[in-house]
């Protein structure tokens, strides 16, 4: 059996973005060589996720407001864990909702999608560096 392990980097300019990462990933299973097997995708940080959807501006558009209206960022007194000094109370519960990883099949050196399945980064409290985890075992 193969493993394979790499560490993707997105430094967003903004609070909040989502962030196509398919292509990354499929760059990542062809660098590892393996044909069948599994590949974990999974946000590093407990404010950002990853998850599988439809590459839809609308839908994105649409995500940003029911997570605003589930958990807004303001005010930043409504949550507790801001007590501690941090102002992402919010963006904890976003991360909850949307997901921490994602698993796909690996078939014939490709990655095993529904038709409309892409794979997504989720910021949910940005303007620094974080991390993603792609690991893949197979053979
Ligand atoms: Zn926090």
């Given at each position: 059996?193969?493993?394979?392990?790499?560490?993707?980097?997105?430094?967003?300019?903004?609070?909040?973005?989502?962030?196509?990462?398919?292509?990354?990933?499929?760059?990542?299973?062809?660098?590892?060589?393996?044909?069948?097997?599994?590949?974990?995708?999974?946000?590093?940080?407990?404010?950002?996720?990853?998850?599988?959807?439809?590459?839809?501006?609308?839908?994105?558009?649409?995500?940003?407001?029911w997570l605003e209206r589930l958990a807004p960022h303001e005010p930043i007194s409504?949550?507790?864990?801001?007590?501690?000094?941090?102002?992402?109370?919010?963006?904890?519960?976003?991360?909850?909702?949307?997901?921490?990883?994602?698993?796909?099949?690996?078939?014939?050196?490709?990655?095993?999608?529904?038709?409309?399945?892409?794979?997504?980064?989720?910021?949910?409290?940005?303007?620094?560096?974080?991390?993603?985890?792609?690991?893949?075992?197979?053979?």
């Open positions: 059996m193969k493993a394979y392990r790499k560490e993707l980097f997105f430094d967003v300019s903004t609070r909040r973005a989502f962030i196509h990462i398919t292509h990354q990933v499929d760059e990542c299973l062809i660098e590892s060589g393996i044909q069948e097997g599994f590949c974990l995708v999974n946000a590093m940080h407990i404010t950002a996720s990853v998850f599988i959807n439809d590459n839809e501006p609308g839908l994105h558009q649409d995500y940003e407001e409504q949550y507790r864990h801001n007590r501690t000094g941090e102002d992402n109370g919010d963006a904890h519960l976003k991360r909850q909702v949307m997901g921490r990883e994602v698993v796909v099949a690996v078939t014939e050196g490709r990655l095993d999608l529904g038709t409309w399945e892409r794979i997504f980064y989720g910021e949910f409290d940005g303007k620094r560096r974080k991390r993603v985890l792609v690991k893949i075992i197979g053979e």
